[in-house]
């Protein structure tokens, strides 16, 4: 009859064959066990291969980064037995980098597979050749953009010339409002900063031209339209029999505007008074005053003004009737003519 081992030793056993089970489980699938897998408090994960050249082989859903290539342009992913695919939609914009003291080059990330594309309007301008600004002298800053033509452009107060593909403009001391911004570099004394600032965006813009009638201002990110007040108003004249004190002409505004300026002109002396009543309402009366003492011409052939003193609201609504009373003229007037000017 065998003699059973002593506990210590007993333990001792149990303990190393539980340490070799647990050696044995370290490496898992987690296809078939595990389910809901969240990595996102892993300190670190790799969830793609790596390499300096693509595998011969592949299953579809493989992801490989390709070191050899920069980036944005290393990415595949296996889309059949075998095929790699290239993972690039384009470039934002080009990219501008300062090669030696004198030299910038401008798209060096652009390429005829993955092309620079800009969008300007409705119109998409890429670019597939790299470029270069070279930097003769001088100290100040160049800005770097497309032009509403779609032309690469090198904007400088400096001595600056580019190469093929490019356009160097001189005079230039910000980005025109209808120009795409890519990147601002500054110089000294004839050299390159070995860097600059890139302002290039994500994504393209709309072009605003401010036709005729239209004015506008550009802040960053906002453009904002608006219409030049237009000069309205009318004029009435009193002539024959009607040049005498007391005679009335109506005129109805079919829109609103606020007064400005009037005018009388006559051969002899003339006082006019305004009365106002707004649409819907009886023609105004001698109660419903525009004027307090009245507007006059008392000496020459002509008075025009823009004190508006005597007025008791400048302001006119839409379909408003204004009264025009020839509250007093001279002896000598054979007519009276009124304007009165009105900016809406």
Not at 168 to 193: C, E, K, L
Not at 245 to 255: D, E, K, L, M, S
Not at 261 to 282: N, R, Y
Not at 302 to 310: A, G
């Amino acid at each position: 009859m065998s003699k059973l081992p002593s506990r210590p030793l007993a333990m001792l056993i149990i303990t190393l064959l539980a340490a070799g089970v647990l050696q044995a489980q370290t490496k898992l699938n987690l296809q078939t066990q595990s389910q809901d897998v969240d990595f996102s408090a892993a300190p670190s994960t790799k969830p793609a291969q790596t390499g300096t050249a693509l595998p011969l082989t592949c299953s579809p859903g493989a992801v490989f980064l390709l070191l050899s290539n920069s980036p944005g342009k290393n990415l595949y992913i296996c889309t059949g037995a075998d095929t790699w695919t290239q993972q690039t939609g384009g470039e934002a914009a080009p990219d501008v980098a300062a090669i030696s003291d004198t030299v910038l080059t401008v798209g060096a990330n652009c390429s005829a597979d993955a092309p620079c594309n800009i969008r300007l309007g409705t119109t998409i301008f890429a670019f597939i050749n790299p470029v270069t600004a070279t930097l003769s002298a001088g100290t100040g800053t160049a800005y770097i953009y497309v032009s509403s033509g779609g032309l690469l452009t090198v904007g400088h107060n400096l001595t600056v010339s580019c190469s093929q593909g490019c356009v160097a403009q001189s005079g230039i001391t910000d980005f025109p409002p209808d120009s795409f911004p890519i990147a601002i570099w500054n110089a000294v004394n004839g050299a390159w900063n070995d860097t600059g600032t890139d302002v290039r965006a994500s994504s393209g813009r709309d072009l605003i031209a401010f036709g005729s009638g239209i004015s506008g201002t550009v802040s960053p990110g906002v453009t904002t339209l608006s219409v030049p007040p237009q000069k309205g108003g009318f004029s009435v004249a009193f002539r024959g029999t009607d040049v005498a004190a007391g005679q009335t002409i109506f005129v109805t505004i079919p829109y609103a505007c606020t007064i400005t300026d009037w005018a009388i002109t006559s051969d002899g002396t003339a006082t006019i008074m305004l009365w106002s009543s707004p649409d819907g309402t009886q023609v105004p009366t001698d109660s419903d005053t525009l004027t307090e003492h009245g507007l006059s011409l008392t000496s020459g052939s002509r008075v025009h003004s823009t004190v508006l003193d005597d007025f008791v609201s400048t302001s006119v609504f839409a379909f408003d009737t204004i009264a025009v009373n020839l509250a007093a003229v001279g002896d000598t007037a054979s007519h009276v003519e009124f304007s009165l000017g009105c900016t809406r």
